[in-house]
């Protein structure tokens, strides 16, 4: 089950109750329609609009009434596009996947071939810009820092000269203890910050002065994957969920706690602007520990879930549990972006895609196995794929860069952030930067900065990653 929410917007037909569906499924959704599908697809579309968002409660409850009925409908419709499909190459006219049983072959790479890269050095000649911690937020002009000691938030320029800073670390109102998330609209100059407080968003002048505080609609708990959406909006997912399921230790979860729910809302005041659901059928998604300890009834719930990653178009969205990530666009159908196969309930031991960075010509995927039994807590097998949105073509990622010989690196989702819009940043640790220089390792840009820092006294170097 797919539902969407959507103030103000009209469908073809004039039917308010239904939005378009994506071609590819709609085509499916015929196949299945005509061979007895219609009490689930009768008007063609597993998208449920309620426009009146004081009925969203209510809608919800209509929801998880036929949910799981509309769940297995939906696999069976991606199923049938993705009927036929196993070869490591792909048409670029379907619905793209990735085979998670198949160990697709290794190929070299150069990240400047698909994108350009800066170097970024924070100056810390003043040491009340010394820092431990990391970039939150990156901007037209401006780099966003947060010290993680003191707590306070740091503002460069682009060129990475100091620019002001303040810090409002504390228990009184307008404070935080720390920051989990940082963002930064520079023309309001709006600094929002998300702390121990997960019912509201901090807001802030780049100066420090408390402008307002916006508070998460009633009933949801923040979790950690929350992007800023546009210019007036943030997209996040509701944690209480995937909490309430760990507190029951994962046994006799309700059928209301087996959803997957996004919400998009204003950055003014909170007001919920839009609300979808995407499939979610009863998998467990952890792993049983065999260590004799009474954790969550043994079950650890995994940990490397991006539930949403901003882009160019919008912000693409999943649960591994679902196997499919779409796309998210205001005032659009949401759009299938890519599938794993087999399914998620059909692997033994489980393997899951965690979401998709698409940018450029490729698509950058990290696929994990949950081994269920007598593993060593923390060690989760994980490999890391590109594809190659023309050819189609799957590889295993061995991506190099001209400037620092001998040196590997990996684009995925849990290692981008969740508000990479042009690209990723990398963040390069000094030290290893300085003995790479001493070992003839470093070349061109990069050579040339580190031979200026001092690894006792300076901050560590970010390469940005901007994708053509």
Sequence with gaps: MITQTEAGTKTAGGNPNCVRLHPQLRKAASTLSASGGDSVFGKLCPFQVTKNFKQIKSCQTRIRDEKMKKVNSIFIIILLIMAGCGRSKQSTEELAFIDVRK?????????????????????????????????????????????????????????????????????????????????????????????????????????????????????????????????????????????????????????????????????????????????????VLGINYDTGGEILGNIVPVRYKNYILKNREGALVGNPESDTVFLYRKDEPMLPVIRRIPSLASTDPMIYMNNCVDAGSYQFMEIFTLRMEGVTPGIIPVKHYMRDKKTGEIFRQKIILPDYKGKEFLISPSRTGRDYKSGPYIEFDLIELKEAYHTNQLSGKLKELVATLNEDEDNNVFMLVHFK
């Design 103 to 283: 160990n697709y072959p290794e190929k070299e790479t150069c990240l400047t071939d698909f994108a350009e890269v800066t170097y970024l050095y924070l100056n810390s000649d003043d040491d009340d810009y010394l820092y431990k911690g990391r970039i939150h937020c990156i901007t037209e002009n401006t780099v966003v820092v947060c010290d993680d000691v003191s707590g306070s938030v740091l503002f460069f320029s682009r060129d990475g000269m100091p620019k002001s800073r303040f810090n409002h670390k504390g228990q009184g109102p307008g404070e935080y203890t720390f920051v989990q998330r940082l963002f930064y609209d520079e023309t309001t100059d709006d600094v929002f910050i998300i702390g121990s407080m997960r019912d509201r968003i901090l807001v802030f002048s780049s100066s420090g002065t408390h402008k307002r505080t916006v508070f998460f609609p009633q009933g949801t708990l923040f979790g950690n994957d929350i992007v800023s959406f546009d210019d007036s909006s943030f997209l996040f997912y509701d944690s209480q969920p995937t909490l309430n399921r760990a507190l029951s230790g994962y046994q006799n979860i309700s059928e209301s706690d087996w959803r997957s729910c996004y919400y998009r809302i204003s950055k003014v005041d909170g007001a919920v602007l839009d609300y979808f659901e995407l499939p979610m059928p009863p998998i």
